[in-house]
């Protein structure tokens, strides 16, 4: 069983790699007889890509710093003080990921835009000033929501390691005479170094990796990175160049797979800086005293801008004529008239059809395989197997744009080339570690003898999976099927590269209704997507609540 399952993930993660360099080294797509500098040398010389690196830098790590800032001032109040309501920082590390990054960039630029966006009229009509007091589609505005976007991720990163924290360090400081200032900084931050760099790095990636933001925010502002520079070559002008995205799609992924080597690097790292060692451990609680309840409404509000903020704004859009502020003559011209247009378009309702079954019938596929490979990963424990966990976590690094690019290369030459299957394997080869890693911790709290009891009293391999193991996993399995459905469902920057007319998806028309200004109609489908990505969690939910039930 191992040898196939490398041959397939092996297929899947270093495929695209091995195209994406054959492609950069190719005159035309589908091309491979004469192989050419000339895409190398026609992209890095490009006197516009010196100022697209500049800005894809800055981009990274202002994102990245937005990120990180936040999640540790939320990780140090969650696990450290008293601050009220401590339910919320469990919804802002996991609810946001659940809303389309398309969606919440555009919610911005429906507040933000300089021409109509509802701060600026509503700015123009109360104060009379004349020029747009903002504008989101700056450099700055680009940093700022994807930094909101990615905070889940460094929180994610960085509140473990906070509570794992022996606050006898803290402590000792305080009896010395530090301040909670002083100590916070010549003590906690030093200790949690390898947490806070790793979770900076890990942005890092996936703000190389985004497109959703510098799409809707950075196109229409002329400020363009890598992701962008690739997607304009192959889909605005004239004549795409795969060969050309390809050539700097290398840059891209070179940068990704570094930051991730970085990444493991330092994870690896914060075990050197593990200060909890006895069972009598508990964390000490700083005494907010006045600031409690102020610090509580910064954590309400930076929950309110991530998770209902966009939801409102989309839904307010969807139901006005045009983008206009909140008044009694918008709500009396409310109507479902975008809805109705989106519901009888049939572009709009094949992409809907086609993202429901990548969501359902792909994640289902993509938790089977992952099934398989963490099984081999974790009870069969050979150099073989290990092999395969470094090769099914190998995709984690590429940014979703390049692999489109590789992929593009080789679906080309087979029949795949401009149908569903082929965003089918793309998006299972992008998003196979989300259902390996739920599935692997799921595994790792089977105890072997557990296996071993069913097979003295009689029970074959198969008996045993069916009536021991899976049973046991049906957390991990649910988990893993959400994770790789909402994704899916989501998914924008492979589909960009891999779409074609007939296998429209959900985000890639949404980005088609955000390059024509049909906001209302964009609204209306955004909301759809929402509506699907929840009640596909919710539904897999009481599933898995069921079969939990039905075999304890």
């Known amino acids: 069983m191992t040898p196939g399952l490398i041959a397939i993930v092996g297929f899947l993660t270093v495929c695209p790699v091995v195209m994406l360099i054959l492609g950069s080294f190719s005159g035309e797509l589908g091309a491979f007889g004469t192989f050419t500098l000339d895409k190398y040398v026609q992209a890095y010389t490009d006197p516009a890509f010196a100022e697209i690196l500049v800005s894809t830098v800055i981009f990274t790590l202002g994102s990245a710093l937005v990120a990180t800032g936040l999640a540790l001032f939320l990780a140090y109040l969650n696990t450290r003080t008293n601050i009220p309501g401590k339910f919320m920082f469990g919804i802002i590390s996991l609810i946001p990921m659940m809303v389309p990054h398309i969606l919440f960039a555009v919610s911005w630029v429906l507040l933000l835009n300089p021409s109509n966006g509802m701060i600026n009229l509503f700015l123009r009509q109360v104060l009379g000033w004349e020029e747009a007091a903002l504008n989101i589609y700056t450099l700055k505005g680009m940093i700022l929501v994807e930094g909101l ?3 889940p991720i460094a929180y994610l990163v960085i509140a473990p390691a906070m509570a794992a924290f022996d606050v006898s360090l803290e402590e000792s400081s305080r009896v010395s005479g530090a301040s909670n200032w002083r100590t916070l900084y010549r003590v906690t931050l030093p200790v949690l170094r390898p947490a806070i760099l790793a979770a900076m790095t890990l942005v890092i990636v996936r703000s190389l990796a985004s497109f959703a933001v510098p799409s809707v925010i950075g196109m229409p502002g002329q400020i363009y990175v890598l992701a962008t520079h690739i997607y304009r070559i192959i889909a605005t002008g004239y004549a795409t160049d795969y060969g050309m995205a390809a050539a700097v799609g290398m840059s891209a992924l070179a940068a990704s797979i570094t930051l991730i080597v970085l990444y493991r690097r330092l994870t690896r790292e914060g075990e050197k800086y593990v200060t909890v060692s006895s069972r009598g451990y508990r964390p000490s609680v700083i005494d907010l005293k006045g600031a409690r309840y102020p610090l509580f409404g910064i954590v309400a509000l930076i929950s309110f801008v991530l998770i209902v903020l966009p939801v409102i704004v989309l839904f307010y859009t969807s139901l006005v004529p045009y983008v206009m502020t909140p008044s009694a003559k918008a709500f009396a011209m409310m109507s479902w008239r975008h809805w109705l247009a989106v519901l009888k378009d049939p572009v709009s309702l094949l992409a809907l059809k086609n993202s429901l079954y990548l969501g359902i ?49 080789f679906f080309v030459q087979t029949p795949l080339y401009s149908t569903i299957w082929a965003l089918l394997i793309g998006y299972i080869a992008t998003y196979l570690p989300y259902g390996l890693r739920p ?105 898995g609540k069921k079969l939990t039930k039905t075999n304890p």
């Open 439 to 543: 599935l692997t911790s799921a595994f790792v709290q089977i105890h072997g003898n557990l296996e071993e009891s069913s097979r003295v009293c009689g029970g074959g391999p198969l008996y045993t999976m069916r009536r021991i193991v899976l049973p046991l996993l049906v957390p991990g399995i649910v988990s893993g099927w959400i994770l790789m459905a909402t994704m899916f469902v989501r998914e924008l920057s492979l589909s960009v590269v891999l779409s074609r007319p007939g296998t429209e998806v959900l985000a890639v028309q949404i980005l088609r209704f955000a390059e024509d200004g049909l906001w209302g109609r964009l609204s209306a489908l955004g909301i759809l997507m929402i509506f699907i990505s929840t009640a596909l969690v919710v539904i897999a939910s009481l599933v």
């Open 361 to 409: 019938g792909g994640a289902t596929l993509g938790i089977i395989l992952s099934f398989f490979v963490a099984y081999v990963i974790v009870k069969v424990r050979t150099k073989a197997s290990g092999f395969l966990e470094s090769l099914s976590f190998l995709s984690f690094s590429f940014p979703g744009i390049v692999v489109g690019i590789g992929f593009m290369w």
């Open 149 to 151: 976007l990615d905070l």
